[in-house]
């Protein structure tokens, strides 16, 4: 029994794929909702590429350039296996991702040949990251030497609150419409107690945004995305720390104080949303323990359309050292 949270926003998915009573969960990565509870739960999670799974039938035209909808599992093979099923554009869908090469399931069953990884422990204008977390994701590095890849310390091209801030208008305006939608049936404004305390202050907040605010964060996005992009010219996987810190004692994210969020999500989020911004595909991979025992995860990123080369690599770190048996920190 321990008193940290599952991760969010997928938390009950990662629950009930932990605790064996499902195999499979779907979840949905719109900052990381897939990687982060994946790191906290010791599971392997996934987000596709932006257009990879179709977000039919709701028409997310601003958020779902950010989400990605996928799932939670104990293993390589379920992810592929899954994304097999629900890959694929419908007629009439704004983008795709790159048509795969092969089935996701024989990808991830192919070795992934001597890839070039680029690893990132640390994040211009960025928080520190945990003594825990930068020893798991150099312990990774190390394997993946040991299996043959090449590894070089890189920096990552971007600031974490840049991010944050073109992520958050995107997702903002998507919310008011999404609340303002839902009250247009009901009838009503919107009561009290209708949504979350943290929920009602973004809508408050960005209900009052400019329309000429969103047109510059989608130019922002694009430009976030050449420059992240540009690493991928001489790399074929970037490697980081899902989480900046281990998963918090249960309270610390707190939906009903709003302070609580805004001092501390971004902290430990900071390595994931730049992969919803840019459309990127990114995976955590379970790798040791913190100093309580508790699950530490490890982030890998690949350019758009690169699901295949992250599921080969994921099930070679599965075979070389399967869930549970990594080395935590020294």
Not at 223 to 241: K, M, Q, Y
Not at 292 to 316: S, T
């Amino acid at each position: 029994m321990t008193n940290t949270p599952p991760g969010g926003s997928s938390g009950g998915s990662a629950s009930a794929v932990a605790a064996g009573m499902v195999p499979v969960a779907h979840a949905s990565d719109g900052g990381g909702s897939i990687r982060i509870p994946a790191a906290a739960c010791g599971l392997f999670g996934l987000k596709p590429s932006r257009g990879r799974v179709s977000p039919a039938p709701r028409p997310t035209a601003l958020s779902g350039l950010l989400s990605a909808h996928h799932a939670l599992t104990t293993t390589v093979r379920d992810s592929a296996l899954l994304l097999d099923v629900a890959a694929g554009p419908l007629p009439g869908d704004a983008y795709a991702a790159p048509a795969p090469a092969a089935p996701f399931a024989e990808l991830a069953r192919r070795a992934p040949g001597r890839l070039r990884i680029g690893l990132i422990t640390a994040l211009p204008d960025g928080p520190a990251v945990h003594p825990d977390c930068e020893r798991a994701v150099r312990a990774t590095a190390l394997l993946c030497e040991r299996l043959g890849h090449h590894v070089t310390e890189t920096t990552a091209p971007y600031r974490p609150d840049d991010v944050g801030a073109t992520s958050g208008v995107l997702m903002g305006a998507d919310l008011v419409a999404q609340i303002d939608a839902r009250l247009a049936v009901l009838g009503r404004p919107p009561a009290d107690d209708d949504i979350e305390p943290f929920t009602r202050l973004l809508y408050d907040h960005y209900r009052t945004l400019p329309a000429a605010d969103v047109s510059r964060a989608l130019r922002r996005a694009q430009e976030i995305g050449w420059e992240t992009g540009a690493l991928f010219r001489s790399l074929d996987v970037t490697l980081a720390p899902t989480l900046a810190r281990p998963t918090p004692p249960l309270g610390t994210l707190d939906t009903a104080q709003p302070e609580s969020i805004y001092r501390h999500a971004s902290v430990y989020s900071a390595f994931t949303s730049v992969y919803n911004v840019t459309g990127m595909p990114a995976m955590s991979v379970p790798f040791g323990h913190d100093g309580q025992g508790l699950p530490l995860g490890v982030q890998f990123g690949a350019p758009l359309g690169g699901e295949g080369v992250l599921l080969a690599l994921a099930a070679q770190l599965e075979e070389a050292a399967p869930w549970g048996t990594a080395p935590g920190p020294a």
